[in-house]
């Protein structure tokens, strides 16, 4: 078993990109009202819902209605640039981080980002001789794994 570090840094606000070149590349027309949602989505980490980023982007740009946002969500979740996150309470979140990395969804519902390297533990370890057993037991191949971790929340 690797040795895990208990403690991480907190991670860093990402990196400025270029969003207008970032969404040319994805054939998605850069308007401002798009490029606000997108940064104030990229910026936070909560995973929120669509009325939750709503109440973000309002802050900096009080004309954008719901339907901008949920309709900006979709057009970024079409082309890749944004994930939707099925909540088992049956909300919808959002992360602009679009990378394979594993959430922890918490009592009091929050949904938290799995630190890098001790996702990649957690996937590498798999018992890869089951998947085997399963897959012969059904009859199919398993493509991929899809895990979310429950947690209880702490104060
Ligand atoms: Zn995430």
Redesign the pocket.
Known sequence: MTAVPARLPIPAPPDPIDTKALFASRGLRCTPQRQHIYEALRVVRS?PTAEELHNLVQRGNPGTSLATVYNTLESLCRVGLVRK?AMPAGCTRY?A?TRE?L?VVTSDGR?L?APEDIGRLILANLPAELFQVLERRLGTAVTHVKLQLFADARE
Do not use: I, S, T
Request: charged share 40%.
């Open positions: 995973h996150l992360d981080d990395h959430h949904l980002d």
